[in-house]
């Protein structure tokens, strides 16, 4: 991976998550792939919703815009996530286009979220970011910081759907994904979007519920 067959990459990493799933003990139908596929255009795009592919990633609201509104009329039955970081100024737009928000990490977004899903009256899937390994200048609230967030969301009735942490680079992974999933437990918190390219497996073995995955999708970014 990857291959330079869309299909067949796509085929291979649903059956290494399956894989990975069924060794935790987990039902493979619990993760869900999310297919990143920013920077690629629609061409790059197509040959994996042909294979079966419905649920993509982009990272820019702006790139979002300008390359799905055409393919979802082609492709019927689209989900779409956001899984960069938002400005509060384009919340109004990310709440038309997208069906789950990955990147919400602090108060100020929050509430400018909540306006625009009030003003829509549509209610996208919200994933707290959280910036698991305490890095400087990383997006995601600070571990402590939680707590306060989460009851932010919920209060302004966001439809908190789960946590979402990108671990620090070039280091093992899986005690930021245990940790992740040991803050969603004692939160109540119901998913995990966790694990890329490099670690989606260890991610689905801790727990992740959703992973996003690009180049081992679509080759390298150019
Ligand atoms: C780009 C990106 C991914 C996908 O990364 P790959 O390593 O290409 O799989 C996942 N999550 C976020 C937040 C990203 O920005």
Same mark, same amino acid.
């Given at each position: ?26 039902e493979? +139908? ?10 690629? =255009? @629609?061409?790059?795009i197509?040959? /994996?919703?042909? $294979? #079966?592919q419905?649920v993509?990633?982009e ?8 390359k ?51 003003r ?16 400087p200048?990383? +997006?995601?609230?600070?571990v402590?910081?939680?707590p306060?967030?989460? =009851? @932010?969301?919920?209060?302004?009735? /966001?439809?908190? $759907? #789960?946590?979402m942490?990108v671990?620090p680079a070039a280091v ?12 969603a437990?004692?939160?109540d ?5 966790m694990g ?27």
């Amino acid at each position: 991976m990857p291959s330079d067959d869309p299909a067949q990459a796509l085929a291979a990493i649903r059956a290494a998550i399956d894989h990975s799933a069924r060794l935790a003990r987990r039902e493979p +139908g619990d993760v869900t792939l999310i297919a990143v596929s920013k920077t690629h =255009a @629609a061409e790059a795009i197509e040959p /994996l919703l042909a $294979a #079966g592919q419905r649920v993509f990633g982009e990272n820019r609201v702006q790139e979002a815009e300008a390359k799905w509104p055409d393919l979802r009329a082609r492709w019927p039955g689209v989900t779409l996530h956001l899984v960069g970081q938002l400005q509060s100024n384009k919340a109004e737009e990310a709440v038309a286009l997208f069906d789950a928000i990955h990147s919400v990490d602090r108060p100020s977004l929050i509430s400018a979220l909540a306006k625009a899903m009030d003003r829509q009256g549509k209610r996208p899937d919200c994933f707290l970011q959280v910036n698991i390994g305490d890095e400087p200048q990383k +997006g995601g609230c600070a571990v402590a910081d939680l707590p306060a967030l989460l =009851a @932010a969301a919920r209060a302004a009735d /966001l439809p908190v $759907a #789960g946590l979402m942490a990108v671990p620090p680079a070039a280091v093992e992974p899986a005690p930021y994904f245990a940790l992740l999933a040991k803050l969603a437990r004692d939160h109540d918190v119901p998913g995990l979007s966790m694990g890329m390219s490099a670690d989606f497996e260890t991610a689905v073995t801790l727990g992740a519920t959703h992973v996003r995955v690009g180049s081992a999708l679509f080759g390298a970014r150019g």
